[in-house]
């Protein structure tokens, strides 16, 4: 048997594991077993209670171990949810050769000075420094300076944080369950490896995944990410807007969602009605299901103006050639691309996988992109000699840092 790779994705509402191998270089990965569980014990991306958490996460790696006929002693994580931040960064450094030419090793100097830049926050922790651009004295818009020649070296970065406590109690809950993390991978920056195409990342893209508690984003241009972050609206805000609207369980407001769900309330039929009766035995209740989509639609509506605020920071509104790609399980809500076209007036389309197409349809492809994800991040990460972007810069020879931080340029 090959290598054998396992990604773990704990959403707020369903727990993901996916068994990889690598056999050839040319061959690809090969997916062994899929394991998909309710999550548990996850308020917004974050455990809150560690048996509860532990015996969901437990429960979807025993599937993908059964269906794979492998067992899982470690796993690379997709982290995202309300601990994770993100913040920008310059390291400068003078090129150290006495002929000026720029090596690996001042590159890796000056993404360190980035690093020592940072304010210090003894509660957070890097898990990805992503270099956007060099500038070579004068020169801005270098994508690989190794090689030029210069007396100065300046290096803009996008740094991605989590809480240090996050990604302890997260650690801590996979030991209970006998299981090691080999590293975590930003869920964005992950699942933009199966959705974007190389020529959406040049163009300019962002990329929205839409869960159950929160909204992860990350914004492509020229190849690298320009900014990324989480906003603290998912799917499962939907749900409790639902319950107290319709003064109904959540279980019953999701069933509602799911049945009759829209986020254009002026496309339908004034007098079509959701009776409770049909979810609750007993409940006579009649609502509107136009008032439904209203419900809907305000709460999505928060979605995109947070994204109007966070692309006005970048000065990239209604400036994205490649618009907008959405997954993420609300992303299969009716309606929602149309609104979201109206709202940030850019194209947009559902995420469609680019890789691993045989193991999901239409329906499951949404969820189980951030997880597939993390399986082409860990395998090219492996591969290229090192955890790219991942707590600060690995250490390699020269030859392989090279090959690592080459990967990385499109």
Known sequence: ???????????????????????KREEGLRILGVGVSPSAGVRRGTIVDIEEAGAAIRRSVDD?????????????????????????????????????????????????????????????????MVPRDFKVDNESGVK????????????????IECASPFLKNISKTLEHVGLAVEDFVFSPLATAEVVLTKRQKELGVMLLDIGGGTASFIVFEEGVPMQAGVLPVGGGHITNDIAIGFRTHIDVAEAIKLAYG?????????????????????????YSRRELAEIIEARMGDVFELLHRELKKINRIQLLPAGVVIVGGSSLLPGLVDLAKQEMRLPIERGVLQEFTAVADDITAPSLAPALGVLMWADRMVREGGSA??????????????????????
Request: with cysteine.
């Open 262 to 286: 829209s986020c254009l309330p002026r496309e339908l039929p004034k007098r079509e009605n959701i009776r409770l009766a049909d979810f609750v035995e007993g409940e006579g209740a009649i």
């Open 64 to 128: 993908a171990e059964r269906a794979s006929g492998v067992s899982i002693k470690s796993v690379w994580l997709a982290v995202g949810g309300a601990a994770a931040s993100v913040a920008s960064s310059r390291g400068v450094v003078a090129v150290s050769r006495a002929d000026g030419e720029i090596s690996p090793e001042d590159v890796k100097r000056a993404v360190s000075a980035a690093q020592s830049f940072l304010p210090r926050q003894p509660n957070r922790e890097v898990i990805h």
């Open 144 to 159: 690989d300076p190794v090689g030029m020649h210069g007396v100065r070296l300046e290096v803009d970065t996008l740094i």
């Open 1 to 23: 048997m090959g290598r054998i790779i396992t990604a773990l994705d704990i959403g707020t509402s369903t727990i993901h594991t996916i068994v990889a191998e690598r056999r």
């Open 389 to 410: 972007w991942s707590k600060g810069l690995p250490a390699l020879s020269e030859n392989r840092w090279m090959r690592w931080f080459r990967s990385l340029i499109p």
